[in-house]
């Protein structure tokens, strides 16, 4: 990250609780003194999946929630790599006591647009939450962006680094910052990044990497925001949403390919 004058307009961050959040939160702290956090209860894993299977069947769900499972208990083996990110890229987890922080119950809900109501920010960020309703955004007088851990449009969704991985589309490992309108991360790109994944990395720091060798691009964003000076790029590429690997296409992936 380069060095960057401290700024007075106040910002908000609208998070689940959780290390690469905080990698965020971290970083934009050191450029915006003035960051307010809001932090919504996660969605529990029943409602979770029962929309998934909404979607996608009951087989595919289960699948993907013992991937999730799996990946959960996963990373206690895997803080040795985690560590080495964020040394790498001087990124860091902690949380910042001095920061203030709102709890809402969720995204969706009216004690979110009251606190953005009280905060008044000049441009909301949002790391890994829940999508915003069409009628959250439009009661939302700033500009909102999000940070996603995959490249945009070819890795909309989830785990856009394992799939790009998958696919043999390792040059389009990285994340992006875009604005959030109604889709799944189908908003505009103003910045994408594009990191090189270890042979250490897995599903389990994955995310972590893209998010700490991503700090940059989302301050300047979030500069770009507060000065009006929005300029979106046009990307020509296919589109697509991508969700969990369910657990047996994880561990095929994983036993025959290497790439877990």
Not at 70 to 93: D, N, P, Q
Not at 130 to 146: F, G, S, Y
Not at 187 to 198: A, E
């Amino acid at each position: 990250m380069t060095e960057r004058d401290t700024r007075t307009e106040t910002v908000a961050m609208l998070i689940q609780p959780g290390p690469n959040p905080e990698i965020v939160v971290n970083a934009v702290k050191a450029v915006f003194q003035n960051l307010v956090v809001i932090e919504e209860q996660p969605e529990s894993k029943k409602r979770f999946i029962t929309r998934r299977a909404k979607k996608l069947g009951w087989i595919r769900a289960l699948g993907q929630l013992a991937t999730m499972v799996v990946s959960k208990y996963g990373k206690r083996f895997t803080t040795a790599r985690a560590a080495e990110i964020l040394e790498e890229f001087g990124a860091s987890t902690a949380m910042d006591s001095r920061i203030r922080r709102v709890a809402v119950p969720s995204a969706n809900s009216p004690e979110f647009l009251e606190a953005l109501n009280d905060i008044r920010p000049a441009a909301l960020l949002l790391v890994s939450t829940r999508m915003l309703k069409a009628e959250t955004l439009a009661a939302i007088a700033c500009p909102v962006l999000n940070f996603h851990a995959g490249i945009n449009p070819q890795y909309r969704g989830l785990q856009g680094g394992y799939w790009s991985r998958i696919l043999s589309d390792e040059a389009n490992f990285g994340a992006t910052v875009h604005l959030v309108d109604a889709g799944v991360d189908t908003g505009s790109v103003l910045y994408q990044q594009r990191m090189k994944p270890s042979k250490r990395d897995t599903m389990h720091t994955y995310p972590a990497l893209q998010t700490a060798a991503s700090t940059s691009i989302i301050l300047d964003a979030l500069h770009d925001a507060v000065t009006g000076n929005l300029k979106p790029l046009k990307i020509a590429a296919p589109s697509r949403q991508w969700y969990h690997p369910p657990i047996w296409t994880w561990l095929w992936n994983g036993v025959t390919r290497g790439i877990w």
